[in-house]
């Protein structure tokens, strides 16, 4: 009789659309903007039986082996082409399952205010990853300072160099270092999420920007074969609503741009 009662406890309870019982989903991410973001979803999952569980790494290697080794559900803090090529290069199969915004990446500098005033054989530091680093260089070339082979593609290395008129000097560092070294060379390309971390604003304090046409959309991340997961589904769903759009849209005031 008792096990009847509780079985009948469960099917009213998922008839008025209560879950009997709460899923946990962990993801990992960085902490600006993407825990953040995050942070807005809790409640949203929550009133849907989900409890969202946020764990914060400072890297970009970290969160993807520990997505690929099952300690998370998924991971938000990457753009496509870094997932892809360190899919290559780690042999891991992990997927994008959403777009969720653009963090625009910047050139900040602690000594100068303007490209113009760089000195010939000025240093600047890049990421040291292949992506952020091929990226780094494209948008000194949209500046003016370099040329890049085309053929590189996308993934230019300081060795795709064609033309560098002032003769500049490459520092290439993990991307988590690169505000830290602002003191010690004329210029750093950065990626949004370490510059806000850091209290630099990309749209007020770069001294030049990458447009919002970047195809460097940031995602969530998930292994292969759960694509089909309903409750990434509706982490998914959580992100993309007008909730979290209001919320980038004001409090990143355009150094974070949503693309939904």
Do not use: C, W
């Not at 990992?28 to 009133?47: D, F, N, R």
């Not at 996308?154 to 270092?177: G, H, M, S």
């Not at 007020?204 to 292969?224: M, T």
């Not at 609503?241 to 150094?255: N, Q």
Request: aromatic share 6%; proline share 5%.
């Amino acid at each position: 009789m008792t096990r009847k009662l509780v079985l009948v406890a469960v099917v009213l309870l998922l008839a008025a659309g209560v879950p009997a019982a709460a899923a946990t989903l962990k993801v990992g991410a960085t902490p600006v903007p993407h825990a953040e973001i995050l942070e807005q979803a809790v409640a949203i999952l929550s009133a849907q039986g989900i409890t969202l569980e946020i764990v914060e790494f400072t890297d970009y290697v970290r969160p993807n082996l520990a997505l690929e080794e099952g300690d998370l559900d998924a991971n938000f803090f990457q753009h496509v082409p870094y997932l892809e090529a360190f899919n290559q290069d780690a042999g891991t199969n992990l997927v994008s399952l959403a777009g969720i915004h653009v963090e625009p990446l910047g050139v900040f500098s602690q000594k100068i205010s303007s490209l113009e005033e760089l000195p010939a054989r000025a240093s600047i530091a890049i990421p040291n990853d292949a992506t952020n680093g091929g990226r780094a260089l494209l948008l000194l070339q949209a500046a003016g300072l370099i040329t890049v082979d085309p053929a590189a593609g996308i993934t230019p290395t300081v060795f795709d160099i064609t033309a560098n008129k002032l003769q500049l000097r490459f520092v290439e560092l993990e991307a988590a270092q690169l505000v830290r070294s602002l003191p010690d060379v004329h210029a750093a390309v950065i990626n949004g999420n370490y510059a806000l971390q850091a209290g630099l604003n990309p749209i007020s304090d770069a001294i030049f920007l990458e447009g919002a046409e970047s195809p460097y959309v940031n995602v969530i991340a998930v292994r292969a074969e759960d694509v089909g997961r309903e409750d990434l589904q509706l982490l998914v769903q959580a992100l993309l609503t007008d909730e979290i759009r209001s919320f980038i849209l004001e409090k990143y005031a355009g150094a974070v741009v949503p693309v939904f």
